[in-house]
């Protein structure tokens, strides 16, 4: 008989329904998915498909909005008027919620996706607006950890999540490192899974300019555009296990 406990858990996510076609991969293999709600990826057929597969594997939904930008797949920043922004923040939530109940699934969470993520974890008036719109629908708030957007979460005592990226370089700061640099998306598995166990067990991630600094992560992301997705994800549960690490 093992005697021996697992120790440690570690929710892990992974963006979907951005038209990539493989969720049905995916979806085994995480605890958590955050779904493209149609503004830089994704329609309501992939929206509802992706929330009855997530149901069926019992892992847990988060909308996933965006700036309305599907020529960049959201991941250029966009200067918008704070009515069109609370707008099209409201639309992609409202919608989602709608389909949702169609779909008769519940949603844990909400993320920002591409450039809307990295802009809420610097720009201050930008993520007051969008902790308003958010904070409607009483959903735990997926934030980079450290950022404003974080801080905010705490001051109003909304519920969060800290989120670490398995798969993405880091700077100094814990901003991710742009993916028009060499090196910003990672596809190396071993590298992957040290990199995920330093964060889990010391707290700390390695930075490109060579520093270790300290992050606090509740929730790890793979995404779910990396080409390597699927390999890492299995090779992650494999490893997880073995280190008595839990994925719930």
Known sequence: MDMNPIYDTIDLNADVGEGIGNEPELLPLVSSCNIAC?????????ILDTMLLAKKHQVRIGAHPSYPDKENFGRKSIQMSSKDFRNIIGEQLGY???LAQKAEVSWKHIKAHGALYNDLSN???LAKMYLEEVQKYGKLLVVPSGSIIE???IQSGLGYLRE???????????????RSKPGAVLHNKKLILKRLLLMIHDKQVHTV???LVSIEVDTV??????KAALEILVYLREELAKERILIQ
Do not use: I, P, Q
């Open 123 to 125: 720009d201050l008036a």
């Open 151 to 153: 801080k905010l979460a």
């Open 38 to 46: 149609g503004a830089h990826a994704g329609n309501r057929k992939t």
């Open 221 to 226: 992301c793979v995404h779910g555009d990396n």
């Open 209 to 211: 300019e060579g520093n």
């Open 96 to 98: 989602f919620e709608k």
């Open 164 to 178: 670490g990226f398995a798969d993405r370089a880091y700077h100094t700061n814990l901003k991710l490192v742009s």
